[in-house]
């Protein structure tokens, strides 16, 4: 019993106190063990040992107090004091490391935002140079277009003078001797096979163009009988223009008989000129304006 | 023996005189440095650290008025690196927010200018 006790006090009063010699000074205040598990995470931060070495430093210092005091077995609360002071430094360490990285960041980013805006400029002057080739070539095309129309327009003018048509109140007008058919027949004579090839031509060329074809003569017999032959004679003309190919949708008739006289019927000269054929021709919608008197 | 009598006494005076001393310039920085970090915003970036500066700078003043200067001396240094920390850690915020807003920014620019390229490409 005696022998135990002995050999207790001399384990605990040799043995540990040997022990805990070998291992280092026993870290076992938990202030100081959170510091340094900080400061060596902080130490072993690139980041930080870069951006924020002064403070680390200071950190170390703080803590390399505290375990100096503890190994003296100093003053728990000055142990503790350090180790309080140490772990704080190390936290500044981190957030100037932070701080220095995020303003480098900054200088990095503003750069490239100028960059970007540089190229949203070329972009934008890029765009606005297409912009403007378009429709510069838009205006061309327009101007070449119009060039057509005027050109297919004089044309027009030109074939319709070759035909004689005359310009009216209601368009283009051309108008045809009763010449072309035999006295009393509604029936078109060898002679207006020309007449019918130039105005199939012309319809053919101008397909955008309709005409209307209506029938006068002079006063001589029935009203009746004369708006039946003036009818008839029109008739004769469509039918031989879409003989020639030409739809039958784009040639109305009328038959006016003795109306609308463009001369005196007193004398043999003004019936000739009321015996007569007139072919209306549409604008270019297709259209032809009727007579409104 | 009497030289070691001449050290001790000296010491002891020494020790005295830091602690017989009110630490008026530390609890003053600390003071400064709070209001600092109060301008950086640390209200909203490092509420809990701001406060915990504020109440060792309270506790500090405390023991420097009960004559525990060498204690008030500790609690200042303590105040100090929270203050510090808080500043810091303010700074850094702030500073990160802004890297964010910033590339946020950009991004929104690229996808912008993207965006009329495309335009620019259908339309012709």
């Not at chain 1, 605990?12 to 870290?27: E, K, N, R, V, Y």
């Not at chain 1, 220095?100 to 970007?116: G, Y």
């Amino acid at each position: 019993m005696k022998n135990f006790q002995i050999k207790a006090f001399f384990i605990a009063t040799i043995i540990i106190p040997l022990m805990a010699g070998c291992g280092g000074p026993p870290q076992n205040n938990p202030l100081l063990m959170e510091a340094e598990r900080a400061y060596s995470q902080a130490e072993s931060d690139s980041l930080i040992v870069m951006k924020a070495p002064v403070a680390l430093k200071e950190a170390e210092e703080a803590l390399e107090q505290s375990q100096q005091i503890w190994k003296e077995k100093g003053e728990k609360d000055l142990v503790e004091h350090y180790a309080y002071i140490a772990h704080q430094k190390t936290k500044i360490a981190r957030e100037t490391a932070q701080l220095n990285a995020a303003q480098d960041e900054v200088e990095r980013a503003e750069s490239e935002r100028k960059e970007v805006l540089i190229e949203a400029r070329k972009a934008e002057a890029i765009a606005a140079e297409q912009r403007a080739e378009k429709a510069l070539t838009e205006l061309q095309e327009e101007r070449e277009e119009a060039e057509k129309a005027r050109q297919k327009a004089t044309e027009l003018a030109d074939r319709l003078s070759e035909m004689e048509a005359r310009q009216s109140d209601r368009g283009m007008v051309l108008t045809l001797s009763d010449v072309l058919f035999d006295f009393d027949s509604a029936t078109l004579n060898s002679g207006a096979n020309k007449v019918v090839n130039e105005v199939s031509a012309f319809l053919k060329e101008f397909n955008d163009r309709t005409v209307q074809i209506e029938g006068f003569t002079d006063s001589i017999g029935s009203a009746a009988y004369n708006k039946d032959l003036s009818q008839r004679r029109a008739d004769a003309l469509k039918r031989a223009l879409i003989e020639t190919g030409i739809a039958s949708n784009r040639i109305t008739t009328i038959g006016y008989g003795e109306e609308f006289p463009v001369a005196t019927n007193m004398n043999e000269a003004g019936r000739q000129q009321n015996r007569r054929v007139e072919i209306v021709i549409s604008n270019e919608n297709g259209v032809v304006s009727q007579r409104t008197e | 023996m009497r030289q070691l009598l001449l050290l001790t006494s000296f010491l002891f005076i020494t020790t005295a005189c830091a602690s017989t001393k009110p630490p008026n310039d530390k609890l003053t920085q600390v003071e400064s440095t709070i209001q600092q970090a109060e301008q950086v915003g640390a209200e909203n970036y490092a509420p809990l650290e701001i406060r915990e500066a504020r109440k060792k700078l309270a506790e500090a003043r405390e023991l420097s008025a009960k004559e525990n200067y060498e204690k008030a001396k500790r609690t200042a240094d303590r105040a100090m690196v929270d203050a510090e920390l808080a500043q810091m850690k303010s700074l850094s915020e702030k500073a990160q927010k802004a890297v964010r807003q910033l590339r946020e920014s950009i991004r929104v620019l690229q996808e912008e200018i993207q965006n009329n390229l495309d335009k620019t490409e259908n339309r012709s």
